[in-house]
Nanobody, 124 residues
């Protein structure tokens, strides 16, 4: 089992920055794939970013490439999502997710463990 707790959400302005954190317990984050998803009201949960266990390969959704960065701190057993150049379209609940699978990773169904989510609201 992997328990995930997100933090760092809140209000931001267009062009600004926010940093989300995901603290994991139950298993080292460098032994699972860790990802961020987001879900706006009335929409499906969408892939945002992922970081694999080893090698530390990362991938980002096209909508956030060049603006968001995913990183991992093994000592703190945590994963982070640095969000720069925020846009109103980034407004959503952001979820941290983990999977033990080595297969596909861009669909919510690929993940076994989820955090409770943290809200990000970006004003224009």
């Amino acid at each position: 089992q992997v328990q995930l707790v997100e933090s760092g959400g809140g209000f931001g302005q267009a062009g600004g920055s926010l940093r989300l954190s995901c603290a994991a317990s139950g298993r080292p984050v460098n032994t699972v794939r860790m990802s961020w998803f987001r879900q706006a009201p009335g929409e499906e949960r969408q892939f945002v970013a992922t970081i694999a266990w080893s090698p530390m390969h990362t991938d980002l959704a096209d909508s956030v490439k060049g603006r968001f960065t995913i990183s991992r701190d093994d000592a703190k057993n945590s994963v982070y999502l640095q969000m720069n150049t925020l846009k109103p379209g980034d407004t959503a609940a952001y979820y941290c997710a983990a999977t033990l699978s080595t297969g596909p990773y861009i669909h919510a169904g690929d993940y076994d463990f989820w955090g409770q989510g943290t809200q990000v609201t970006v004003s224009s």
